[in-house]
């Protein structure tokens, strides 16, 4: 099987978009489309489904979605290892993160790596945080970014602080709560379609929230989402509110009107979480970015909304 396959359905499978994968490779759209169709004919499953609507993972194509992701990153794993025993080649970090978290440091963190250290690979894969827990404890990451809302990780894994965060609600700039700049009540959510994480999709993170939200009062107007770029486009284009991350969240200030929750300690930290062997050049090295990363974050000024 050519991993570089792999690859690509992974990617696909993620954003379900053959264009956006056919860039992201450098490739014609019709040269993914074959290799899936071959990787299909290999495995004697169907794996995508295809409509007029879009692109979909069937069952199937689900279930290898999670074999593939871990395939991948023992591949990874083999070859760095290699290459660290015959000292050939660049050091490996793999790094997990979450989809709907801490991108904008990302970006920063993946940078400030390129420029510094360049010596080194970083290995980004998107994980669901179940996923991404069970890979550290597998050791198929080195590094976990996400949310520290979870006591228990925090007690098992070395870790860094990235940045303080806190919750917030976001909607459009049109929404008749958006010009309130001093921040809104829960009470002020009573009577709106209030968007809130899948606790399947967001298993650590849904319990948290449902702490802070009276769940009486939103019953009846709050709705679960997956994903987490569906969820901007609707705030965008539909009258309801999210609970957002204010360092995501600022990524749409120009757009989207963000307003702090008074009366509510929503605050959280991102934190980056080592397995136990994480060692040596590379984890100092990574470390040191994430910290060097945090505190240029730290001098700039807040983003303030355009809307």
């Not at 499978?13 to 489309?33: G, M, Q, W």
């Not at 993170?205 to 994903?227: G, Q, R, T, V």
Request: proline share 3%.
């Amino acid at each position: 099987m050519n991993t570089s396959f792999l690859e690509e359905f992974v990617y696909l499978a993620n954003c379900l978009n053959f264009r956006k994968t056919a860039d992201h490779f450098y490739v014609n759209r019709s040269v993914i489309s074959r290799h899936m169709i071959a990787l299909e004919k290999e495995l004697g499953a169907v794996l995508f489904e295809r409509t007029t609507r879009g692109v979909g993972l069937t069952e199937a194509g689900s279930i290898f979605l999670q074999e593939a992701q871990t395939v991948l990153r023992n591949w990874e794993l083999a070859c760095s290892r290699v290459r660290e025993v015959s000292g050939t080649g660049d050091e490996l970090v793999r790094m997990g993160y979450l989809r709907n978290g801490a991108r904008p440091f990302l970006a920063r963190f993946v940078k400030a790596m390129a420029q510094e250290h360049p010596e080194v690979h970083l290995s980004l894969l998107c994980m669901s945080f179940q996923e991404a827990r069970q890979a550290l404890k597998d050791h198929g990451i080195d590094v976990l970014l996400g949310i520290n809302v979870d006591g228990s990780i925090s007690e098992h894994y070395r870790s860094t602080l990235i940045y303080e965060d806190e919750f917030m609600v976001m909607c459009s700039s049109s929404h008749p709560l958006a010009q309130r700049e001093e921040g809104v009540a829960l009470e002020d959510l009573r009577d709106q379609k209030v968007l809130v994480p899948d606790s399947y999709v967001s298993s650590h993170l849904a319990p948290f929230l449902d702490e802070l939200i009276d769940e009486e009062m939103l019953a009846e107007s709050e709705e679960l989402y997956k994903d987490m770029d569906l969820l901007y486009l609707r705030v965008q284009t539909e009258e309801c509110l999210a609970f957002v991350s204010g360092q995501n969240a600022s990524m749409f200030a120009d757009s989207l009107a963000i307003l702090p929750i008074k009366g509510l300690d929503t605050a959280f930290t991102m934190n980056a979480f080592y397995h136990g062997d994480f060692k040596g050049r590379a984890y100092e090295i990574c470390r040191g970015c994430l910290e060097t990363c945090r505190r240029s974050l730290e001098k700039e000024p807040p983003r303030i909304p355009q809307w």
